[in-house]
């Protein structure tokens, strides 16, 4: 049997990001920030060390993310009795929202500033969206290639 390689549709009736499921991984970031670090994001000019400890919080959000988003596509799988092998990144996003705005509205809310006006919210949410994309479709098309005997259905509705 030939696996599927389009994207399918999966309905959407559930978001994995929201602050609840973000604070426990921005807060330990923000934790390693130094006064220093958090006046260089507030300011724009961000230092290597900064952008170093921004760039392990957005990957650890993609992987949180990622994880979930599969693991729950898996149990849809496994009740259905079948698989699929990519995810489309409209879905993606839906199932996320804007992320950006979740992301810089946590940060917020953590470091008790009020509301972050962050200009790139919905660029932010693109790039976490295609990332989280990616780490699914690749550990889907994992699982579809030891699975290849077993018939390919449409992604269940979440």
Not at 24 to 52: H, K, M, Y
Not at 68 to 77: A, G, K
């Amino acid at each position: 049997m030939s696996l599927n390689s389009t994207p399918q549709r999966v309905e959407q009736k559930f978001q994995l990001a929201s602050k609840e499921t973000l604070k426990p991984v921005i807060r330990e970031v923000l934790e390693r920030l130094t006064a220093q670090n958090w006046n260089r994001l507030e300011t724009g000019f961000i230092d290597p060390e900064t952008a170093s400890l921004v760039t392990d919080l957005c990957v650890t959000i993609v992987e949180v993310l990622a994880e979930s988003l599969y693991e729950s596509l898996s149990r849809r799988f496994k009740k259905r009795k079948g698989s699929a092998t990519s995810v489309c990144k409209e879905d993606v996003h839906e199932c996320l929202g804007n992320m950006g705005e979740v992301i810089t509205q946590t940060v917020a809310e953590i470091q008790g500033v009020g509301d972050i006006h962050y200009l790139q919210c919905e660029q932010m949410t693109d790039v976490m969206v295609t990332a989280v994309t990616e780490k699914v479709n690749s550990r889907l098309s994992k699982t579809s290639d030891t699975d290849v005997t077993e018939e390919h259905k449409p992604l269940p509705p979440i």
